[in-house]
């Protein structure tokens, strides 16, 4: 029996997006049906960039309800993860890299009510995933270096989504796999075909001329990675 959703999630990422037209953007998402929104939040340390923190959380949480799958790309998660939660996220993502301590902070995301995700660098296997698989509710792989949108997808990346469909069908736990980073129509219906869920994609949304379309297209896309 498969331990998958049948229909695949896209999440747009917001760091593509206006940032003085946030509400906008989550307008176009709701409209667009089958999407989460996706946030990425950086504190210059952890990656060279700086984004945005809690109250820009908190002002999304009071503009939709669509699910906010906050990425956090930050030194130290524990310290503010549980913090994304109460401003309103349904799904928080820490880095395997950032954190050693990831069961704690894992358990952390968990009891404060949202899903809790591991994030890995394009560096890092799958395979050191094999002790916490039940402790995570989805496994976000980066195709490309965090810190930035719109570079390119790392095509490596394909090989490890198939060995993490592999590790959840042994262990037989059902978490969601998520790839973040140069997602688009040439490559997203493969990845999904390769066992991931949930795709995210800022610049092939945010930066395409008609972004509704984009996102339908996508959508299709991965719809025919299920059939
Ligand atoms: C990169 C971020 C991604 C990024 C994706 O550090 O985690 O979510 O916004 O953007 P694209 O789809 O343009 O690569
Ligand atoms: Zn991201």
Not at 160 to 176: G, Y
Not at 185 to 211: C, M, T, Y
Request: aromatic share 6%; charged share 25%.
């Amino acid at each position: 029996m498969s331990l998958r959703p049948l229909e695949p999630l896209l999440a747009p990422s917001i760091l593509s997006a206006d940032f003085a037209r946030l509400a906008d953007a989550l307008r176009l998402l709701e409209e667009a049906g089958g999407c989460s929104v996706h946030v990425d939040v950086m504190d210059g340390r952890f990656v060279p960039n700086i984004t945005l923190g809690m109250p820009v959380v908190a002002a999304l949480r009071k503009e939709t309800r669509l699910p906010l799958d906050c990425h956090l790309m930050i030194v130290e998660p524990l310290k503010y993860a549980v913090e994304f939660v109460k401003s309103g996220a349904d799904w928080v993502s820490v880095h395997q890299e950032a954190d050693p301590h990831l069961h704690r902070t894992l358990s952390a995301i968990r009891a404060a009510g949202a899903k809790a995700g591991v994030v890995l660098n394009p560096a890092t296997p799958v395979e050191t995933l094999v002790d916490l698989v039940e402790d995570f509710d989805f496994a976000l792989l980066m195709s490309v270096n965090p810190g930035f949108g719109g570079q390119g997808f790392i095509p490596r990346t394909l090989d490890k989504v198939k060995r993490l469909d592999a590790l959840r069908t042994e262990r037989q736990t059902p978490f969601l796999i998520q790839v973040d980073g140069g997602v688009g129509l040439e490559n997203a219906q493969e990845l999904v075909w390769a066992g991931a869920d949930v795709l995210v994609a800022g610049n092939a949304v945010f930066k395409a001329p008609d972004p509704l379309r984009a996102i339908r297209d996508l959508l299709a896309e991965m719809r025919k990675g299920r059939s």
